[in-house]
């Protein structure tokens, strides 16, 4: 068996000051009493900060409050850099953390929706070997502050543009969520929650994507959550997945299928299945047969990806028509499928690519 150093790395970083988002409501108004002011404050300084509004609009708020309260809402992220493609609707932002840490995240304007795909993690230990964050390995996980940030930034941002905000949130940006389990999962606690302890949004618009860690899947599915788990699959047979997502080794396709179904059956949510379509290397249709065949009469929806390349990689989409093949064979197969358009392409927005540009 190959060993997996790298699946729990130690980060080699600290988090970031602890903040307000990093807090239930109950410790919220312990930390604003700590700070010599009444607990009921917390609510009207979570209001504020959910609404994406930074220190300086808490009108209700004297300025002597404000600054008391200040050490609660540290800047978690300054913005390097947006850059901006399909005129517009798809801006990805490169953030730098307290210790000089890059992310991204990325948000896709559509015509009923706004979606922002954020980071768990600074980098990743999955070594995946298609995966530009993968190549560069784990430098640290994201707070809970950290990853709620990314959302609450990108909602104000979009407000600011004259649109009406997030509506969902994929975690498909850098790291893998569920290596970052105890963070994310009170992340998304925060991102469901109504007002004034979190942002509201709905269970249903919210994607975790993950390699597979057996079980943390299975954790997750005793959490109580129903939000859409995504399985980055890429392969049926574990021969080729050994290789293209080196976890499996550890849990192999049979393994982490049955916990994906598991979560399934709890939760009432539909399964996706990620598939990055790679030229010559898992495109072929004896695998879209074998796909099919594991998957067929569950509850599942399989998001082809055309590989989008990284530098010094030899690797390729594969060709229109062997998409088209794969498609159809899923679909005879009894599987739904779908090729998922590829925004962001000319801004290197494939998972880690504007980061590793720094
Ligand atoms: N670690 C998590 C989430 C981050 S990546 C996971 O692996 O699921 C989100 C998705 O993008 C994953 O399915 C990942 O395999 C895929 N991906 C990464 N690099 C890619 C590339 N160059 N082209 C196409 N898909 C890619």
């Given at each position: ?124 230990g999955m070594a995946c070997p298609f995966c530009a964050t993968g190549q560069g390995g784990l430098t640290r996980n994201l707070s809970t502050a950290e990853i709620v940030d990314q959302v609450v930034r ?98 192999p396709v049979k393994e982490v299928l049955e916990a994906a179904f598991g979560y399934v059956r709890t939760t009432g949510r539909r399964l996706s299945i990620e598939y990055a379509l ?81």
């Open positions: 068996m190959t060993s997996l150093p790298l699946v729990f790395d130690a980060p080699k970083r600290g988090l970031p000051p602890q903040h307000l988002a990093d807090l239930d409501p109950a410790a919220r108004r312990e930390a604003v009493v700590a700070l010599g002011e009444k607990g009921f404050r917390a609510e009207q300084l979570a209001r504020h900060y959910f609404a994406g509004h930074g220190s300086e609009q808490m009108t209700d708020l004297s300025p002597v409050l404000r600054e008391r309260l200040a050490p609660l809402l540290p800047e978690l992220w300054t913005r390097v850099r947006d850059v901006d493609c399909d005129a517009g609707a798809t801006i990805k932002s490169l953030w730098r953390g307290h210790d000089s840490t890059l992310v991204e995240s990325v948000t896709m304007r559509y015509k009923e929706r706004t979606t922002v795909c954020i980071s768990s993690q600074a980098g990743c990108a909602n104000a941002d979009d407000l600011a543009r004259g649109f009406r905000g997030v509506s969902n949130v994929v975690f498909m940006g850098m790291g893998e969520p569920l290596a970052n389990y105890n963070r994310v999962v009170a992340a998304l606690r925060r991102l469901v929650e109504p007002a004034p302890a979190g942002l509201g949004m709905s269970q249903r618009n919210i994607v975790l994507s993950t390699v597979g860690l057996v079980p943390a899947i299975r954790k997750l599915t005793a959490e109580g959550l129903q939000v859409t788990l995504a399985l980055s699959l890429h392969a049926p047979d574990d021969e080729l997945r050994n290789t293209l997502v080196p976890v499996n080794t550890r849990w790679i030229k010559g290397v898992n495109d072929q249709p004896w695998r879209a047969d074998l796909l099919a065949k594991r998957l067929k009469g569950k509850l599942v929806h399989v998001n082809l990806i055309p590989l989008n390349p990284t530098p010094g990689s030899d690797w390729d989409a594969s060709p229109k028509p062997v998409e088209e093949e794969f498609v159809r064979r899923l679909r005879e197969g009894g599987v739904n499928a779908t090729v998922r358009d590829t925004r962001g392409r000319e801004i290197a927005g494939a998972c880690g690519q504007l980061a590793a540009l720094e």
